[in-house]
């Protein structure tokens, strides 16, 4: 999957957290949800695609998301924001490896990692693999953009959408 469906649920989660429009939210929830395809690094030490630890491997599994949840909530000062920020934080982390399992290509998602380390993929796989790299700057590349954009334009009109004036506010 290219970046942008990933970004646009961050952007979403972002809006979520806040309450409103911050885009100091949407790109650190933005960053969250892309946060498990760092796991490329992992390439240039020679550890294989379908590895535990390979491209999308451990770091796309649901545990890893409640983790990364956890770290989260661990960042925000406001004690009574913590749980908001650990069930938003895990629940974009987990969107990574849940809509990676809906692309139509690559080896699987290690969504149960570490109770199993099979690969799976959903059987309803709507979303374009994405080339990995340079490929993105291909007429392939384009084409997985725009579908993305398509497909999770809803995401984006929600968190891009101007927040509500309250009641009696000044225009």
């Known amino acids: 999957m290219a970046s942008l469906g990933h970004v646009a649920v961050g952007m979403a989660g972002g809006r979520l957290y806040a309450g409103g429009r911050s885009w100091r939210a949407m790109v650190a929830f933005s960053a969250l949800s892309l946060l498990p395809d760092l796991d490329v690094v992992t390439f240039a030490f020679g550890v294989p695609y379908a590895s535990t630890f390979g491209h999308r491997g451990a770091s796309h599994a649901l545990l890893t998301a409640a983790l990364l949840g956890g770290l989260s909530a661990l960042l925000v000062r406001d004690r009574r924001a913590r749980a908001r920020a650990f069930a938003v934080a895990a629940l974009v982390a987990a969107s990574h490896g849940l809509l990676d399992a809906m692309t139509t290509g690559g080896e699987g998602v290690a969504l149960l990692w570490p109770f199993d380390d099979a690969r799976i993929f959903f059987g309803w796989r709507p979303i ?39 009641a009696g506010a000044d225009p």
Request: proline share 15%; net charge positive; no cysteine.
């Open 128 to 166: 374009p693999v994405a080339p990995i790299g340079a490929g993105m700057l291909s007429p392939r590349g384009l084409y997985v953009v725009l579908v993305e954009a398509l497909l999770f334009s809803p995401l984006i009109l929600l968190a891009l959408w101007p927040p509500r004036r309250a």
